[in-house]
Nanobody, 123 residues
Framework: QVQLVESGGGVVQPGESLRLSCAAS????????MGWYRQAPENQRELVAT???????NYADFVKGRFTISRDSGKNTVYLQMNSLKSEDTGVYYC?????????????????WGKGTLVTVSS
């Protein structure tokens, strides 16, 4: 059984920073990529950033230069450092583990989501 647990959300003022963490637990063999998505009220879930097992990263245009994604593959953990936060960054941030393969048969890669952590940016 795989679990993804996010942490680090909270309430901050515009211009401040937060660091989100997401740890995947279970009998994990490999994870192709880990990423962060967010969903604001009445909006669809959207990609924020992804980091691949190769170390390559991908960012949404609206966070480039402000957010940094990183990954500790040994701990199956992904981080999102969010700087210069804006009110429009408010939302629930979800962690995604893509093509996660467990170390038991049938060794199929599946996607797993965390339950989300709330980030509120408000003055």
């Amino acid at each position: 059984q795989v679990q993804l647990v996010e942490s680090g959300g909270g309430v901050v003022q515009p211009g401040e920073s937060l660091r989100l963490s997401c740890a995947a637990s279970g009998s994990i063999l490999s994870i192709k990529a880990m990423g962060w998505y967010r969903q604001a009220p009445e909006n669809q879930r959207e990609l924020v950033a992804t980091v691949y097992s190769s170390g390559n990263t991908n960012y949404a245009d609206f966070v480039k230069g402000r957010f940094t994604i990183s990954r500790d593959s040994g701990k199956n953990t992904v981080y999102l450092q969010m700087n210069s936060l804006k009110s429009e960054d408010t939302g629930v941030y979800y962690c995604l583990a893509e093509k996660l393969v467990m170390d038991t048969p049938p060794y199929l890669g599946m996607d797993y989501w965390g339950k989300g952590t709330l980030v509120t940016v408000s003055s």
